[in-house]
């Protein structure tokens, strides 16, 4: 089994920062694209950033210049600097992963069970 666990997210001000972490653990061989998705109250859940397991990343255009998407492979860890904070991004944020759990597997996605970024005044 495949666990994500998001933290860092937590009350800030508009124009502040926040870093996001999202860990993995579990039977896991490879993790591919790790991706960031949030929902805000009464929306649908929205793409916010991906990172290819070679570091190629894209950005939603609601969050690009202001959001930095980054991964650490070897600690099966996908972060999201948030910076310049808006009300906007008021949300719960997931972490989501395409996994391989055996060598030549077939890749599963998996999500987290998400953590909440309040933006207020």
């Known amino acids: 089994q495949v666990q994500f666990v998001e933290s860092g997210g937590g009350l800030v001000q508009p124009g502040g920062s926040l870093k996001l972490s999202c860990v993995a653990s579990?039977?896991?061989?490879?993790?591919?694209?790790m991706r960031w998705y949030r929902q805000a109250p009464g929306k649908e859940r929205e793409w916010v950033a991906s990172i290819t397991i070679g570091g190629f990343s894209n950005y939603a255009d609601s969050v690009k210049g202001r959001f930095t998407i980054s991964r650490d492979n070897a600690k099966n860890t996908v972060y999201l600097q948030m910076n310049t904070l808006k009300l906007d991004d008021t949300a719960v944020y997931h972490c989501?992963?395409?996994?391989?759990?055996?060598?030549?597997?077939?890749?599963?996605?998996?999500w987290g069970q998400g953590t909440q970024v309040t933006v207020s005044s």
């Open positions: 989501n992963a395409d996994v391989s759990t055996a060598p030549y597997g077939p890749l599963e996605n998996f």
């Open positions: 579990g039977s896991i061989f490879n993790i591919a694209t």
